[in-house]
């Protein structure tokens, strides 16, 4: 998926809503020891800036070069490309070996992963017995009832071009496997409901639905799914180009530490 989102990367930077600084508090409470956490498909580095103000130092890695070009530079966090040729063993040692990370994280992008492959990874590095690894991620918005219906009405129009991994996205990691046991953050198959409120515009939610990989894989397709007409309708629900709205993205996280028996 690393092409995709080389594609997007620009819109992607501008378009994410912020994550709320207390998720990386409820984190960093449940961790013994503050020395090092890794951000997994760190892209522009948000979450990475955000784990950093809780630990002695972050790597944010990602497979797209593109996403990393656009990263904010933190003097806690390192950025490294990660490539898919790597071996587990390679990347676990780029990393700092096993048994030394004390928080992974991913935000909106463990569905696209490998995810027997990225468990079993993590369960090497996580510090042993309390590390914890978190995943989050949101798949809604609540505006008005007049622009959610609009805006539900176009991503049935997306539907057709997303990658089957979305659907853990779609039904808000209820379905996601987490064999970790639960620190009280949601667990597999419940995962915690947050909200994450954001002041927007109208070109702020437009630059979100052109980052949305579906959008991106029709217009390869040859269907402009935002076409002028399309932007123009949003646009006139929204009140404005310039209109400026409270949107609460509808979020979810599950966080876990490995189980005793794996210990």
């Known amino acids: 998926m690393a092409g995709l989102f080389d594609k997007q990367a620009d819109a992607y930077l501008d378009a994410r809503p912020t994550y709320p600084a207390d998720w990386y508090s409820m984190l960093a409470d449940r961790t013994s020891s503050h020395s090092l956490a890794w951000d997994i498909g ?18 944010g890695t990602d497979v797209s070069e593109a996403q990393l070009k656009l990263a904010k530079a933190h003097p806690r966090v390192r950025y490294l490309h990660t490539p898919l040729t790597l071996s587990d ?6 990393i700092g070996g096993e048994n030394s990370v004390d928080l992974v994280t991913i935000a909106q992008a463990v569905h696209w992963f490998d995810l027997p492959r990225l468990y079993s990874i993590i369960n090497r590095v996580l510090r042993k017995p309390n590390g914890v690894f978190a995943v989050w991620g949101y798949n809604d918005f609540a505006i008005t009832p007049e622009i959610d219906a609009a805006l539900k009405r176009f991503h049935e129009t997306t539907i057709p071009y997303w990658n089957e991994k979305i659907s853990y996205v779609f039904d808000g990691y209820q379905s996601l496997p987490f064999p970790f046991e639960s620190v009280g953050l949601g667990s597999e198959g419940s995962p915690l409901k947050l909200d994450i409120p954001k002041e927007l515009a109208f070109e702020g939610v437009l630059g979100m639905l052109k980052s949305w990989s579906a959008v991106v894989t029709a217009k390869e397709r040859g269907v402009d799914l935002l076409s002028e007409s399309v932007v123009k309708e949003l646009e006139n629900v929204w009140g404005g180009s310039k209109v400026v709205r409270h949107v609460v993205y509808k979020g979810f996280m599950i966080a876990g530490r490995l189980s005793r028996l794996k210990v």
């Open 42 to 59: 760190t892209g522009n580095g948000q979450a990475a800036i955000g784990v950093a103000e809780h630990y002695d130092q972050v790597i």
């Open 89 to 94: 063993d390679e990347l676990i040692n780029l």
